[in-house]
């Protein structure tokens, strides 16, 4: 598929993302990458997007984010039928392999990016990542690929500030606690609340040198487009602007999709794609458009396909919304209540 790299957009895409299988009954299925996948073969998208293959990550990578008898924990279920980490997450034969390759996928779309091949990406990997620890599985997660993104950025480029949004319907828990007390990472989270991990409410706000640089949304059940499009036009582009990152990563989850099995919430694809569309001019007018989406969780094959679609269109320049829903979206203010108690509380950090 696709183009040579010259600048553009990119997407990650291996089919051993595909030999991760939790099991027969499990929501986090190798159909929902399939899903995705069909889609993008099936419209002009398999045209204009640039491959990116993944590569292993390296263990010594690995322990930028988790501890070393952890990653060997995981890998020793190379080969094994099915082991068990948690109630919610399980492995098969080829799962470790997927997992490095996830990572290393990741990392190869950020080198795209900062070595000027690519704009902009999707990482269309599997497993997600944001709910593992430093030393355990969490929640269908294996190892943490956008905290490990975010460490690969800083350590290996010398990026000084990472913006990493995360507005899957799950809080990233991992993921905030990977950067609770640094402040060259800024985290930000959409999700709804209360609801699984637990985590995520507004007063996390980080600690020590990082405290103002974790920043909770918690959002209610039943959310639409619109209250997403307030909370992103009062909350997070005025606080990303603030931050004034050198990266964005996104942390990009579809199930607040409308009707997803596991959620809530009621987001269409032109909520998606204008939440994408935010981020993205963001990127532009901070740091240069440099911005990469990471597949997490959604478990509607519609809605993944939607989704993920929606995205890739507007990072393709070429997005779905018409004129009159998009200036609907950019002129919303008022939306959940809980923006009021963010905005008092970040107050105290951010000129907003």
């Not at 068990?84 to 990392?107: C, E, K, M, Q």
């Not at 487009?225 to 582009?237: G, H, L, Q, T």
């Amino acid at each position: 598929m696709g183009k040579e790299m010259d600048y553009g957009t990119g997407v990650v895409r291996d089919e051993r993302y595909l030999e991760h299988d939790p099991g027969p009954s499990h929501v986090e299925s190798p159909l929902r990458l399939r899903a995705i996948y069909d889609r993008i073969d099936a419209t002009e998208l398999a045209e204009e997007l640039h491959l990116i293959e993944p590569r292993e990550a390296a263990k010594e990578e690995l322990a930028w984010n988790h501890t070393i008898s952890y990653i060997e924990r995981i890998e020793a279920t190379s080969g094994k039928q099915v082991s068990y980490l948690d109630p919610d997450t399980s492995t098969s034969p080829n799962s470790y392999l997927a997992a490095i390759l996830a990572v290393g996928g990741l990392f190869n779309a950020i080198d795209a990016v900062m070595g000027g091949k690519i704009e902009n990406g999707f990482a269309l990997v599997r497993p997600p990542g944001h709910h593992a620890e430093r030393d355990h599985a969490m929640g269908f997660c294996l190892f943490n690929n956008v905290a490990l993104g975010a460490h690969y950025l800083v350590r290996e480029h010398g990026v000084e500030k990472v913006l990493v949004m995360d507005w899957d319907l799950h809080h990233g828990n991992g993921t905030q606690h990977s950067f609770y007390s640094d402040p060259k990472v800024l985290y930000i989270s959409t999700h709804q609340f209360p609801y699984y991990p637990g985590t995520g409410s507004v007063d996390e706000v980080g600690e020590g040198p990082g405290e103002g640089f974790t920043l909770n949304i918690p959002l209610g059940a039943g959310m639409e487009d619109s209250d997403y499009a307030a909370v992103f036009n009062r909350v997070i582009a005025p606080v990303g602007a603030a931050f004034d990152p050198d990266f964005i990563l996104v942390s990009a989850g579809f199930d607040t999709y409308v009707g997803d099995p596991l959620g809530g919430m009621k987001v269409t694809e032109r909520g998606f794609a204008y939440q994408a569309r935010v981020l993205i001019d963001l990127a532009k007018e901070v740091c240069g458009g440099r911005i990469l989406f990471c597949l997490e969780g959604g478990y509607s094959l519609k809605g993944l396909a939607d989704g993920v679609s929606a995205v890739l269109y507007e990072c393709l320049g070429k997005g779905i919304l018409d004129g009159e829903t998009l200036a609907f979206l950019q002129g919303v203010q008022k939306g959940p209540a809980v923006i009021d108690r963010v905005l008092e509380v970040q107050r105290n950090y951010w000129n907003v």
